[in-house]
T-cell receptor, first 114, second 115 residues
Framework: DQQVKQNSPSLSVQEGRISILNCDYTNSMFDYFLWYKKYPAEGPTFLISISSIKDKNEDGRFTVFLNKSAKHLSLHIVPSQPGDSAVYFC?????????????FGAGTRLAVHP | SAVISQKPSRDICQRGTSLTIQCQVDSQVTMMFWYRQQPGQSLTLIATANQGSEATYESGFVIDKFPISRPNLTFSTLTVSNMSPEDSSIYLC????????????FGPGTRLLVL
C-alpha cells in the first residue's frame, strides 16, 4: 500500500524556469510533510517542510504548497538552476500522534538543462 | 541541523558474511533511524533505535537479520547479517533534530554490494 505517491518519475526543465514536483498521499493522519533532495552517492538533504496547519511554506527559491482536501502537495523551485538536478523525495509523517516514521514517495528525478 | 557520519562509506562483501555499519552524530539525540534504499527504490525504514532500549523494527525486518546497537546518545550501529545479493542497498542512518524535532536529517549512507 503506497501511502505517499510521486507519479512522475522524471521531470525536465529549462534553466531559469519553474520546476513543479508533485506528491499525493492517502493517509489522512499525516500532518507533517517534507521534501528532500538526493544526489547520487549521497544521503538525502532536507529542503523544506510544512505542517498541516499551513497551506504554504517558502524558503528562498523553494516553496511547498499543501492542499489537505486533495491530499496533495507540491514543491516549486523558482528559478531552476542546473545544480537543482537531483532526485527529489517527498515524505510524510503523523507527528502529532507520536508516530515518528517517515513514509517516502518513490522520488522524481529533476533535470535542469541550459 | 545535526552532522552525521557513517562508516564505511561503501563495501563489497561476500554472501554469507556480515557487515556492521557505524553512525556517529555530532550532538546528543534521542532517536536514531536506520533506512534502506534498494536500487531504483525509495527509502524504507528498517528500525528505530532509542538509547537504552531495544530497537523497534518495521514489518519485514527482524533483529536476527539486522541487529542494532545504541550504546549512547551519539552513536549507533546496524549489522547486516548473513548477507545475500538482495541485501545490496544503500543503508542510511538519520536523526530527528531542529526546533520542531519533526525533521529527520540523514547521514551520507553506506553503499553495500553483496556478491
Amino acid at each position: 500500500d503506497q501511502q505517499v505517491k510521486q507519479n512522475s518519475p522524471s521531470l525536465s526543465v529549462q534553466e531559469g524556469r519553474i520546476s513543479i514536483l508533485n506528491c499525493d498521499y492517502t493517509n489522512s493522519m499525516f500532518d507533517y510533510f517534507l521534501w528532500y533532495k538526493k544526489y547520487p552517492a549521497e544521503g538525502p538533504t532536507f529542503l523544506i517542510s510544512i505542517s498541516s496547519i499551513k497551506d504554504k511554506n517558502e524558503d528562498g527559491r523553494f516553496t511547498v504548497f499543501l492542499n489537505k482536501s486533495a491530499k496533495h502537495l507540491s514543491l516549486h523551485i523558482v528559478p531552476s538552476q542546473p545544480g537543482d538536478s537531483a532526485v527529489y523525495f517527498c515524505a510524510a509523517s503523523a507527528a502529532s500522534g507520536g508516530y515518528n516514521k517517515l513514509i517516502f514517495g518513490a522520488g522524481t528525478r529533476l533535470a535542469v538543462h541550459p | 541541523s545535526a552532522v552525521i557520519s557513517q562508516k564505511p562509506s561503501r563495501d563489497i562483501c561476500q554472501r554469507g558474511t556480515s557487515l556492521t555499519i557505524q553512525c556517529q552524530v555530532d550532538s546528543q539525540v534521542t532517536m536514531m533511524f536506520w533506512y534502506r534504499q534498494q536500487p531504483g527504490q525509495s527509502l524504507t525504514l528498517i528500525a528505530t533505535a532509542n538509547q537504552g532500549s531495544e530497537a523497534t523494527y518495521e514489518s519485514g525486518f527482524v533483529i536476527d537479520k539486522f541487529p542494532i546497537s545504541r550504546p549512547n546518545l551519539t552513536f549507533s550501529t546496524l549489522t547486516v547479517s548473513n548477507m545475500s545479493p538482495e541485501d545490496s542497498s544503500i543503508y542510511l542512518c538519520s536523526v530527528r533534530s531542529g526546533s520542531t524535532e519533526e525533521t529527520q536529517y540523514f547521514g551520507p549512507g553506506t553503499r553495500l554490494l553483496v556478491l
